[in-house]
């Protein structure tokens, strides 16, 4: 059987996650990591959602610049 091999994206932040819902990338799950006692969103790595990372680096990148 030919198993496709994913990497994962554990995000640890909830704004990150939420931008990343809105952009219509879909989480695998909402977990608790019990060795940090953090909640974590987990996403498969693909091009959807690093173009929706790209976005939210460079919206908030610019939000930076607002009061210049």
């Given at each position: 059987m030919n198993k496709k091999q994913h990497q994962f994206f554990?995000?640890?932040n909830k704004?990150?996650?939420?931008?990343?819902?809105?952009?219509?990338v879909e989480c695998i799950t909402v977990?608790?990591?019990?060795?940090k006692d953090?909640?974590?969103s987990l996403y498969i790595i693909d091009d959807k959602l690093q173009a929706a990372l790209?976005?939210?680096?460079?919206y908030?990148?610019?939000?930076d610049?607002?009061?210049e």
């Open positions: 554990y995000c640890y704004k990150v996650s939420d931008f990343l819902k809105e952009q219509g977990a608790k990591d019990i060795k953090q909640i974590f790209d976005a939210y680096d460079e908030y990148s610019k939000g610049k607002v009061n």
